[in-house]
T-cell receptor, first 115, second 112 residues
């Protein structure tokens, strides 16, 4: 299957700082990327959907000013957690879908810990 | 509301034994159903995708079944290995969009 690379795999940051997570599709062009958050023992929860060159569509309850999503190219999307707080500590996962396939491939996830 | 329910919530089996995980869904209209394996601290990895017309599909020691009439799917793991320890997630996309409805997963622990 196609490869989606997420970086970093884990990050620890201080409360109040911002953290950027990258999601890259390595061998296909990702027209759509999805960002998920997963709390311990919970299922993946969709945060936002982004199409290349367009503004992201956020799910209800997700603050767009806090979770900035950029999808400026067909191979890269970024999620920036601004002014992070301990309650933002979670596992963030991206997935990407190309134009020629209906399946979305997941990145390996980023463990964010805010202290 | 689209829902995906999985059972059991967790399962412990001895290495070498078989097990079956269940998934019931209410997503409509239905296009396909996916099973993913998620290791702790990792992203989900696709095991199989089943379309409406498929009843059974195998991927190595993993065999998935689908009954579109009863809206049930199962994932059977044969001759389990320690490396099978993970969460197994059932996912059903909504038709016409790419909103995925995730089950909460079954946490499988294979012990020696």
């Amino acid at each position: 299957g196609a490869v989606v690379s997420q970086h970093p795999s884990w990050v620890i940051c201080k409360s109040g700082t911002s953290v950027k997570i990258e999601c890259r599709s390595l061998d296909f062009q990702a027209t759509t990327m999805f960002w998920y958050r997963q709390f311990p023992k919970q299922s993946l929860m969709l945060m936002a959907t982004s199409n290349e060159g367009s503004k992201a569509t956020y799910e209800q309850g997700v603050e767009k000013d806090k979770f900035l999503i950029n999808h400026a190219s067909l191979t890269l999307s970024t999620l920036t957690v601004t002014s992070a707080h301990p309650e933002d500590s979670s596992f963030y996962i991206c997935s990407a879908r190309g134009t020629m396939n209906t399946e979305a491939f997941f990145g390996q996830g980023t463990r964010l810990t805010v202290v | 509301k689209n829902q995906v329910e999985q059972s059991p919530q967790s399962l412990i089996i001895l290495e070498g034994k078989n097990c079956t995980l269940q998934c019931n869904y209410t997503v409509s209209p239905f296009s396909n159903l996916r099973w993913y394996k998620q290791d702790t601290g990792r992203g989900p990895v696709s095991l199989t995708i089943m379309t409406f017309s498929e009843n059974t599909k195998s991927n190595g020691r993993y065999t998935a079944t689908l009954d579109a009439d009863t809206k049930q799917s199962s994932l059977h793991i044969t001759a389990s290995q320690l490396s099978d320890s993970a969460s197994y997630i059932c996912v059903v996309p909504g038709a016409g969009s790419y909103q995925l409805t995730f089950g909460k997963g079954t946490k499988l622990s294979v012990i020696p």
